[in-house]
């Protein structure tokens, strides 16, 4: 007799009905609790897990995320208020810098993931607001010159064109730079 070959998500919903895991998902229709995985999947550069369900009372699909329960990161802002990181507060900013430029908003997404990772790989669990924006800064660097303009006029807070030129000044140096480091 030969084996016949399991889906994941088959796999995933015997496991879950064995160890009571399909109780206590609500579905966001009926707000029933029993639901069953249609399939997995890693998400967020592995960090969390997809789940697409569906309700056995509607038949509703809908997704949920697993994710890794972190330590809160705390920025502290210029001012010395100290609040919680919010990842969506530098998502939005990050995508106003980069409206009409192009760039897709799934690469800042990638972004804000890698940037919050780093933070989160630290030993100290606070940061200051200005370290979080040059760490954006640095990844707009290497995507758009008009997108990092954008986002240091506001981070920096410009107050003439003076500062704008500035900024274009040290833009334009750092592709020199960079050249000058490869050859050496």
């Known amino acids: 007799m030969a084996l016949q070959p399991f889906s994941t998500a088959v796999v995933l919903s015997k496991l879950e009905q064995l160890s009571g895991g399909s109780q ?9 609790t029993d639901s069953r ?13 997809r789940r697409r369900r569906e309700c056995l009372h509607c038949d509703f699909r809908f997704t949920t995320y697993e994710r890794v329960e972190t330590v809160p990161i705390t920025v502290v802002k210029r001012n010395g208020h100290r609040e919680a990181f919010n990842r969506s ?3 939005h ?33 606070e940061v200051a607001s200005r370290e979080i924006g040059e760490l954006a800064l ?4 290497g995507m758009s010159d008009v997108a990092y ?6 981070y920096r807070q410009f107050q003439s064109v003076a500062d704008f030129v500035a900024t274009l000044d040290g833009l334009s140096q750092q592709p020199k730079a960079k050249a000058l480091a490869a050859l050496h």
């Open 149 to 154: 303009i954008r986002f240091a006029s506001v």
């Open 37 to 49: 995985v249609l399939e997995s999947r890693s998400a967020d550069i592995g960090r969390s897990v």
């Open 89 to 91: 507060k530098l998502l």
């Open 138 to 141: 640095q990844q707009l660097a």
């Open 24 to 32: 206590g998902m609500q579905c966001p229709s009926c707000q029933h």
């Open 93 to 125: 900013g990050l995508l106003r810098a980069c409206e009409k430029t192009g760039l897709e908003p799934s690469r800042l997404e990638t972004v804000v993931d890698e940037l919050e990772l780093e933070l989160q790989g630290r030993s100290g669990r």
